[in-house]
């Protein structure tokens, strides 16, 4: 289960540089497209951020079991 969290939290990683990659890309010519995906980017890192915390708790608690 552990691992399965651990690939989540790169898959937000993978998404938020996609929609960065997209922010430079869309940023001249179609800006409301380009406001959307910084909105992804924000979530994804958020999102990225909150999962790795998650993880490491579930983690330690694991450990503090297995004891």
Same mark, same amino acid.
């Given at each position: 289960m552990? #691992?399965i969290?651990?690939? +989540? &939290?790169?898959l937000? !990683?993978?998404v938020?540089? $996609?929609? /960065?990659?997209? !922010? =430079? +890309?869309?940023? %001249? +010519?179609? #800006? %409301?497209?380009?406001y959307? $995906?910084? $909105?992804?980017?924000v /979530?994804?890192?958020?999102?990225? =951020?909150?999962?790795? %915390?998650?993880r490491?708790? =579930? &983690?330690?608690? #694991?450990? &503090?079991n297995? &004891?």
């Amino acid at each position: 289960m552990v #691992k399965i969290l651990r690939y +989540t &939290e790169y898959l937000y !990683i993978v998404v938020a540089f $996609f929609s /960065i990659y997209r !922010i =430079f +890309t869309d940023w %001249n +010519t179609d #800006k %409301n497209s380009a406001y959307l $995906f910084v $909105f992804f980017a924000v /979530i994804s890192l958020a999102m990225f =951020f909150f999962r790795r %915390n998650y993880r490491k708790k =579930f &983690e330690a608690r #694991k450990r &503090e079991n297995q &004891e």
